[in-house]
Every structure is written in C-alpha cells, then in structure tokens.
C-alpha cells in the first residue's frame, strides 16, 4: 500500500443564545504548526525529512505528490521547510548550549555549501557549513561565508574542553583567545598525507602507514573489549605511547633526508607541526584518535548538496544548518528522523520556551522511555 495523503475538516459550527440573542461563541482551532497554514504536522516532518535525512530536492518531491494527486509547488514546500526551522531554531540553540558545548570533547569540521545570491555576481557564491560533535552524538551546524576564525570563535565563546580539528588556520585564534580550549589532532589527516606519498616515496610512506596501523590496532582491541575511559588510557599509555614515540623519532630521521616541498617532506612537516596535538589522546581514554566523526557527520551534506545543488539564500543556508542539525542528530542516535519530527512539530508552539531542552532529540528519546519503564515496572 503505498503512502497516502489525508485531509482532515474541522467543522466549527458558531452557536448563540436564542433567549437573550447576546454573544456568538465558536469553538476555537487547534494550535497549528503555521499559524493560519495548511500544512499538519505529519506532512511537514514528511518533507524535512524526505529532504534532510533521504536528501531528495524539492523538485523531485514535487513530481512524487503529484503522482498522489496532490499539487504542492516547490516554492511553498520550500516556504514550509523555513517555518519549521524558524519554528525548531530554539531546540537547536538548546542543543548546542546544552548538549554539545557540555560535552568533554567536541569534533569540528567544515565543508562548502554553494548559496545563490542575486545581488551579486556571480550569483552562486560559496559558503561554509561547520559541524560541532558532542561526545554523545548530538551534532550541530553552522553557516558561515568564509572559512576563518569568526565561525568557530562564536560557537565555542562559552566551551572548555578538547577541541579536535585537522589544524586549520581557523582554529588557531580559538586556541590563542581560550587557553581553557585545548588542541587534539587527527591522526587519520596525517595518515592521508603519507598515503598520498606514497608513489614518490613507497618506502618511508609504507614504514609510517604500518606504524600508524599498530595505533589504530589498539584503538580496534579496545572497542572490541569496550573498554570504559580509565582502561582505554591504561593501555593506550602502555602500548601506543611507545609506538608513538618511535613514530616521532622516524619521522626526525626521514626529515633530514626528505625535500621539505617533496609530498613526503609535507606530510612530514605536518606531522611534527602537529605532533603535540597528535598526541594527547593517549592521556584521556574519553579521546578518539581521529576526527573521523565530525567527517561522517559532513557526509550528508555531501550526498544533499548533490542532489539539491544549492541554497536559495543565506536564510536557507542558516536554515539548512538547523534543520540538519535535528535530523543528522537522530540518525547519530539512531532515532526516527519521522517520528521525531512529527511529535516535536505538533508540540513546540505549545512547549513552554524555558523548557526547549526536553525537545533536543536525545532529552526526547529520554523522556519517552521513562515512562515506559514504569510502567513495566
């Protein structure tokens, strides 16, 4: 049986007294997500997600309810997906407050998002889509123009903790203006590097890439044994801090023989820049050894940007950046983009503001099972 649309009649009959002929009472509406809009609930977490999480553009979403019989231009489903995002941006704001800049460590990433300007030329121009990932999943995004230092230092005014990035100069004001902010490299960036040596030093390339494969070994026979924090340092200081240690002293060795502008002598430049960053992983077990999980969380905007090319605007850039942030939130906690978003759209103009938190997907999914385990009980 194939999804199907309803419309739902509200018959609001107007009543008065015929005594005393004084007054018209009528039966008030029920709170809609678009004041004075068409559109339920259900057909609105429908689009965000069939855009967001499937990253269908709304042309295609179009054609498809028009096979249902059912004529929605893309404009307005584009107008829709505005409102809810101005109707959601107070959970995301939670969220980003409350979740991610709680958590031990963040993961920080950027990729480009085109964004149609008419009053420039050319009229596509390039902006950045930043990802802010909690320790617990929850992640965050945010639009800026340019790829410096402004993105970052807004996002992270109030956080203190470990910041992982791939050191880019973006990061380096940060890390200058909030001491309390301390630096964690990716070893996966300068893993690439040396694989992209690799047809010009074959050598010295594949002697660091298995290095760096006994690291990453570890970090295997840890989560395989799911090893809480204190454990995962315990070993990470027994078996990689010697491996790490032998790494850097390779790396001093093949430095004085590398042309600094050879593909190896920048892969080793990077790694000593960074090797202070590189290594502080090994000193908290709550650490990854990578950046990899701010990448993955990028990945969708990836996949969306190919299909829908596009933002028609800087508001539907900031726009997108909320909306992900809801949607890739539930996938990363394995929560029903839908679902979710149905129950949350009906609810949040009635939600008392001071109580946002408890709409965040992951407060959401807490909520829910408390309840049932009373019950059960």
């Known amino acids: 049986m194939p999804a199907s649309f309803v419309i739902r009649e509200y018959v609001r009959p107007k009543y008065a007294c015929a005594s005393c002929q004084q007054g018209v009472v009528q039966a008030a509406l029920p709170a809609r997500p678009i004041e004075k809009g068409r559109p339920g ?3 609105l977490a429908h689009v965000v997600a069939s855009k967001y999480a499937d990253h ?12 249902h019989g059912v004529q929605i231009t893309r404009r307005t489903l584009s107008e829709w997906n505005g409102a809810v995002a101005d109707l959601l941006e107070p959970i995301v704001r939670a969220m980003h407050r409350e979740q ?3 958590s031990p460590w963040i993961q920080c990433d950027d990729t480009t998002l085109d964004v149609q300007d008419p009053s ?13 990932r909690g320790e617990l999943g929850d992640v965050v995004y945010d639009f800026t123009w340019s790829r410096n230092r402004d993105g970052p230092l807004k996002m992270l005014a109030n956080y203190s903790g470990y910041l992982q990035v791939d050191a880019a100069p973006a990061y380096e004001d940060v890390f200058a203006q909030h001491p309390e902010i301390i630096e964690v490299g990716c070893m996966a960036h300068a893993r690439r590097y040396f694989k992209e040596a690799m047809p010009t030093a074959a050598v010295s390339c594949a002697q660091v890439l298995a290095i760096i494969g006994q690291l990453y070994g570890i970090e295997r026979a840890a989560n395989d044994k799911h090893l809480d924090a204190p454990a995962r340092q ?12 032998g790494l850097h002293a390779y790396l001093n060795e093949q430095q004085a023989m590398a042309l600094p502008k050879s593909p190896l002598g920048a892969a080793i430049g990077y790694a000593l820049r960074n090797w202070v960053a590189l290594t502080p992983y090994t000193e908290d077990g709550r650490l990854k050894i990578d950046n990899n999980g701010a ?27 909320i909306l992900c942030s809801l949607v890739q939130t539930c996938k990363h906690l394995q929560i029903n983009p839908f679902v979710y978003l149905r129950d949350v759209i009906e609810r949040v103009s009635t939600h008392p503001a001071r109580l946002a938190l408890e709409l965040t997907p992951r407060e959401w999914t807490r909520l829910r099972k408390a309840p ?5 009980a």
């Open 100 to 102: 991610v800049c709680q």
């Open 234 to 245: 315990r070993l990470r200081q027994e078996q990689a801090r010697p491996i790490l240690e």
């Open 41 to 43: 609930p259900g057909l």
């Open 295 to 321: 990448e993955q969380a990028l990945r969708p905007i990836v996949l969306g940007r190919e299909n829908y090319l596009f933002a028609g605007s800087e508001a539907a850039a900031h726009r997108t950046a």
């Open 120 to 132: 420039r030329a050319p009229e596509i121009r390039t902006g950045h889509l930043w990802v802010y």
């Open 56 to 67: 269908l553009p709304l042309y295609r979403l179009e054609q498809i309810f028009e096979r």
């Open 372 to 376: 049932a385990s009373k019950a059960a």
